[in-house]
């Protein structure tokens, strides 16, 4: 038997057992270093860990279809506990609120929707940019420094990380990204992935800027059987910035599948300071 | 004394006192006829009541900067609850967290982020859609049985409602939109104003599609100095939506003043049938 991926790992929840008379239970976890980032984990892990918590209660219904998780301070290094909530019920949806918390103090809120998926018309408006195959790109990445960014086998096509001091015109970034070690995708690993971009503003600026999320949101545009068929295959991932101003930018972003289709759009508030 | 603007009787909170012990406290609130969708409130009246429960709390420190609101169920006419917990305040940011109740059903949450602004560099990368003046495009709307929709002043630029039945190939629509008795602007009117838009299904199909949003998502981009500057002037607004499939879309939309600033971002997943 092999040893569990550090995605897995990182995602490992022990219950707690429901509290009497309490809608709401609470599971423990603890930071993985495979993850870290420059503080704390990387914020995609806490992510998925928060999406990991409500798609493993017993009462969950549906696939993930939005999600948004607000970083409100720093996660030291170590345990945590995530409390869950199934707030609401329908035929169609599930809506769910989560907390993360370190002894008395709130690190991660967030909220999920959970739902069914029926067939319906269907069409795809926006289209996934142009770029070469991802085995006619060198691989990438980010400082070596950033444990969490060699979990990730990067391939950027436009707007790597910036090296040499130079700022760009765009903020735009479009990369091939996958699991370095073959993991496949799930709907925990694609919610990780839709932080994958460094901050807009090191490119705008030409270099490291201090940022960082304050809210991430993500629609998923799959189902668990549509997820499955992708694999550990490269997704496309593109993103850019709307407006930069007064401490605050705004990313918007999207990821494709190697055939084009649109995987999930994700968003995403930033603070920075420059 | 002229009486109260529709808006702000709907916004009308009542205090109920905070529990002992409990950081959390309730206001008490009513759904006002005014702002009627075809079933339940105009989703845009409640978002900006969950923002505005925020914003009048004692304790609220900075400028609305991001917030999600989940639609949960359906809203009945009448009374309800609003539950509002600043779960952290740090330096520069303050989390929220909110939820929307009527008896023990839970109809919305909603997590709210201000934060203070700093002058720092600045740049928007998006433009504004080219757009006629507004006094030079007709004033239009919705259905006229849409209550809260006669509340604003509307003038479709590109893809208004569609009444004869002719499918869009585009989902975007551009409209100028304002208060329709010049209330001037503040955070949760420009809340509201972000779900002004009608399903971009409806668009596509050429005709009315059962659909409603379940999760909206607003990064507001401007300090409440800037939103107080634009008085009660006309918004350009336009939304498209990215993907349909198997019973959900999202739409993504952005907001700017008559000077072509980027005044707010907002993302929603909508579910729909047909």
């Not at 069914?116 to 070596?144: C, K, N, S, Y």
């Not at 979990?151 to 910036?162: I, N, Q, S, W």
């Not at 499955?228 to 997704?235: I, N």
Request: net charge negative; with cysteine; hydrophobic share 40%.
């Amino acid at each position: 038997m092999s040893s569990p991926h550090p995605f897995d790992r990182a995602l490992d929840l022990e219950p707690t057992g429901e509290p009497a008379g309490e809608p709401a239970d609470t599971v423990r976890g603890r930071t993985h270093p495979a993850w870290a980032n420059m503080v704390g984990p990387f914020g995609g892990i806490t992510a998925a860990t928060l999406l990991h918590a409500a798609a493993t209660h017993r009462d969950v219904a549906g696939d993930p279809v939005a999600l948004t998780v607000n970083f409100a301070g720093p996660i030291a290094d170590g345990a945590f506990s995530v409390t869950r909530r199934a707030v609401r019920t329908n035929r169609s949806t599930q809506h769910w609120t989560l907390q993360l918390t370190q002894g008395d103090a709130v690190a991660t809120t967030a909220t999920a929707v959970f739902g069914a998926h029926r067939d319906t018309w269907a069409d795809t408006e926006i289209t996934a940019p142009p770029a070469p195959a991802p085995d006619q790109v060198p691989r990438g990445g980010l400082a070596d420094s950033i444990a969490w960014a060699q979990r990730y086998d990067m391939r950027f096509t436009e707007g790597p990380l910036p090296t040499d001091g130079t700022a760009s015109a765009s903020s735009t970034t479009t990369l091939w990204v996958r699991d370095a070690a073959g993991r496949p995708l799930d709907f925990p690993a694609l919610a990780a992935l839709c932080d994958v971009f460094y901050p807009r503003v090191f490119l705008r600026r030409g270099g490291f800027v201090p940022a960082s999320t304050i809210s991430l949101t993500t629609y998923f545009h799959v189902d668990a059987a549509g997820l499955a068929d992708l694999g550990d295959d490269y997704l496309l991932a593109d993103a850019h910035a709307n407006r930069f101003s007064r401490g605050y930018f705004d990313q918007s972003a999207h990821l494709w599948s190697r055939a084009g289709q649109l995987v999930a759009s994700t968003h995403q508030l930033v603070y920075f300071k420059t």
